[in-house]
């Protein structure tokens, strides 16, 4: 697959396939980043269709390092995420713009939940703050733009819809998204040996929460 190479930096590499969502780039550029194994690369940062690579630049010049990566040949068959079930409560005190999206789509608030939890979604990428999923797969029925405001604290866990893309809130933070629901979900480990159980290239399927129940 081609890209653009750009150099952001003396010590960065970006690996440009084109400013899009798409499903096929994104498995490739995830498969990518994982065969970057060079010594002398320090980080490697996946995207929706980029790679940003982290080299020292006294091992390797950025000529080099990238005949080395278009040499490579990833496996894009064997890119295959794990898939989690996330529980929401969705709407009053934990989704305060539920009804907003509702009206937004000319849609009830139960029909939002029902769309928003029918669909599974891949996880692009990770990005924004640790552990914070950006996922693709919303329906368009119930997208809705970001708050014109965003809010100086949004809890952690909360589930918000921007545009064409959910996503959940790892930890406190301001935020524009719409909130819709909140999930006892962790993302974000910092005392666990697997700080972050969700990964790009994972699916994750949301399960309504009603009376302490999953339905």
């Given at each position: 697959m081609r890209f653009k190479v750009h150099q952001p930096a003396e010590n960065y590499i970006l690996l440009d396939f084109g400013n899009k969502i798409n499903e096929g780039i994104n498995k490739y550029v995830i498969a990518l980043a994982s065969y970057i194994k060079h010594e002398a690369v320090l980080e490697v940062i996946p995207a929706y269709s980029s790679i940003l690579v982290e080299f020292d630049e006294s091992k390797i010049s950025s000529e080099k390092l990238y005949r080395y990566i278009k040499h490579l040949k990833p496996?894009?068959?064997?890119?295959?995420?794990?898939?989690?079930?996330?529980?929401?409560?969705?709407?009053?005190?934990?989704?305060?713009?539920?009804?907003?999206?509702?009206?937004?789509?000319?849609?009830?608030?139960?029909?939002?939940?029902?769309?928003?939890?029918?669909?599974?979604?891949?996880?692009?990428?990770?990005?924004?703050?640790?552990?914070?999923?950006?996922?693709?797969?919303?329906?368009p029925l119930i997208a809705c733009e970001r708050k014109i405001e965003p809010r100086l604290k949004i809890s952690k866990g909360?589930?918000?819809?921007?545009?064409?893309?959910?996503?959940?809130?790892?930890?406190?933070?301001?935020?524009?998204?719409?909130?819709?629901?909140?999930?006892?979900?962790?993302?974000?480990?910092?005392?666990?040996?697997?700080?972050?159980?969700?990964?790009?290239?994972?699916?994750?399927?949301?399960?309504?929460?009603?009376?302490?129940?999953?339905?």
């Open positions: 496996d894009v068959v064997k890119e295959q995420g794990k898939t989690h079930i996330v529980p929401v409560i969705y709407g009053g005190v934990f989704g305060p713009d539920l009804k907003h999206v509702a009206i937004t789509n000319n849609l009830t608030e139960e029909e939002v939940i029902k769309i928003h939890s029918s669909n599974s979604y891949r996880v692009y990428m990770l990005g924004f703050m640790p552990g914070f999923c950006y996922l693709g797969g919303l329906n909360s589930v918000g819809i921007a545009g064409q893309q959910t996503g959940i809130y790892p930890s406190k933070s301001p935020g524009g998204w719409q909130i819709i629901g909140k999930t006892e979900f962790e993302l974000y480990r910092p005392k666990s040996e697997e700080i972050f159980p969700i990964n790009a290239g994972d699916v994750i399927i949301f399960k309504p929460i009603v009376n302490g129940r999953e339905l």
